[in-house]
T-cell receptor
């Protein structure tokens, strides 16, 4: 597609429920990243996919968070047993390769509210 | 560890004047890239400008320029002739070999342009 697409744009869920957030990167971009942005804060790295390599999961805050990327394209971030502190905007980004100068293209994010 | 520091939580500037947003970084990588992103109230992250650690000249993109002082580990963003549409959050970010390609972000500076 023309840009990085994320869905849903907004999600309200009850504490304890599981949620799935979807990211559709730019066609041909081999790298895909998930970040979390809490209110008034910077971006916190969560997970990084590069081609067929094993993902870098070093930023995931707990084992309730997981992500997968199917066929090297669409990615799903899953949060199990959501907690109120999970409320944030979840941003997905993609880039064409691992060249240092390659910038990221971000999606518009999913605003998650846990009530 | 890699770190980005933005010491100005908020800045005000008069329309048509220039403004400098501060960014310092810490890294032991010899090769790295520095980025600035703009995030308007709509939430999207917009890439503004890139500076490579080995670039001898400061990067410029239209009204944006990056004042790169390598010895001071400083990468300040200069916006000339501010416009009302420049009001947004601005994030400095770095990408180095040790971070395996992940962008590490500062906490951001909120810029407000006064008419």
């Amino acid at each position: 597609g023309a840009g990085v697409s994320q869905s849903p744009s907004n999600k309200v869920t009850e504490k304890g429920k599981d949620v799935e957030l979807r990211c559709d990167p730019i066609s041909g971009h081999t790298a895909l990243y998930w970040y979390r942005q809490s209110l008034g804060q910077g971006l916190e790295f969560l997970i990084y996919f590069q081609g067929n390599s094993a993902p870098d999961k070093s930023g995931l805050p707990s084992d309730r968070f997981s992500a997968e990327r199917t066929g090297g394209s669409v990615s799903t971030l899953t949060i199990q047993r959501t907690q109120q502190e999970d409320s944030a905007v979840y941003l997905c980004a993609s880039s064409p390769d691992r060249v240092l100068t390659a910038g990221y293209t971000f999606g518009s994010g999913t605003r998650l509210t846990v009530v | 560890a890699q770190k980005i520091t933005q010491t100005q939580p908020g800045m005000f500037v008069q329309e048509k004047e220039a403004v400098t947003l501060d960014c310092t970084y810490d890294t032991s990588d010899q090769s790295y890239g520095l980025f600035w992103y703009k995030q308007p109230s709509s939430g999207e992250m917009i890439f503004l400008i890139y500076q490579g650690s080995y670039d001898e000249q400061n990067a410029t993109e239209g009204r944006y320029s990056l004042n790169f002082q390598k010895a001071r580990k400083s990468a300040n963003l200069v916006i000339s002739a501010s416009q009302l549409g420049d009001s947004a959050m601005y994030f400095c970010a770095m990408r180095g070999l040790r971070s395996q390609g992940n962008l590490i972000f500062g906490k951001g500076t909120k810029l407000s342009v006064k008419p």
